[in-house]
């Protein structure tokens, strides 16, 4: 039980002291979590869900960096690029899927 506190306690201070940080961690999870339904029903919907999310997470830390530039770090750099990698291979699959390109 006090895994569950300590855990429960770091997720409401992370949100306390950076939310739009939790608020992009807790879009990847929906993303993840999206993408594997995706893989697993092969619906649709779920693949939209993903993509929605990406460029969600994409568009806030663009903007978050436009409005308070700060020192660029790696971390931020490989996020962006994976993620990005990610949607166009997904877009491209999805494409090839549908015989369009």
Same mark, same amino acid.
């Given at each position: 039980m006090r895994t569950i506190q300590f855990w429960w306690?770091? &997720?409401i201070n992370s949100s306390h002291e950076n939310p739009p940080r939790f608020v992009e961690f807790m879009m990847i999870i929906f993303a993840t979590i999206s993408l594997i339904i995706w893989i697993i029903k092969?619906?649709?919907p779920y693949l939209v869900l993903f993509l929605g999310y990406l460029?969600? &997470?994409n568009a806030s830390i663009w903007v978050?960096?436009?409005i308070a530039p700060m020192p660029p770090s790696w971390w931020l750099r490989t996020n962006?690029?994976?993620l990005l990698a990610i949607l166009l291979?997904?877009?491209c699959v999805a494409l090839?899927?549908?015989q369009i390109l």
């Open positions: 306690r770091t &997720i092969d619906d649709w460029v969600g &997470i978050q960096g436009a962006l690029m994976l291979f997904i877009v090839i899927g549908l």
